[in-house]
């Protein structure tokens, strides 16, 4: 869902980035993941983010999985339980 970009991480200039946009990364980088701005983003929308450091490349996808859910829920027809 969405499109797919290719980032470049060099050991002078690493990255973080949201981990619901995170898709594969070389397997040469070393990466933790963080909770974003210090609280779990609740009120944000923000969660986790995966900091990346080292040399490689980090495929990351330009929409998530939530926002494919929150696009579809107007179509989606529920059962009635009386039905």
Request: charged share 20%; net charge negative.
């Given at each position: 869902f969405g499109d797919l970009v290719e980032l470049i991480v060099t050991s002078d200039k690493p990255i973080s980035i949201d981990?619901?946009?995170?898709?594969?990364?070389?397997?040469?980088?070393?990466?933790?993941?963080?909770?974003?701005?210090?609280?779990?983003?609740f009120t944000s929308g923000e969660g986790l983010v995966n900091h990346f450091t080292g040399d490689g490349k980090v495929l990351i996808q330009t929409r998530n999985l939530h926002s494919l859910a929150e696009a579809l829920q107007p179509f989606i027809v529920e059962k009635n339980s009386n039905s």
């Amino acid at each position: 869902f969405g499109d797919l970009v290719e980032l470049i991480v060099t050991s002078d200039k690493p990255i973080s980035i949201d981990n619901e946009h995170v898709i594969a990364w070389d397997a040469n980088l070393d990466y933790d993941i963080k909770v974003a701005s210090g609280m779990f983003g609740f009120t944000s929308g923000e969660g986790l983010v995966n900091h990346f450091t080292g040399d490689g490349k980090v495929l990351i996808q330009t929409r998530n999985l939530h926002s494919l859910a929150e696009a579809l829920q107007p179509f989606i027809v529920e059962k009635n339980s009386n039905s």
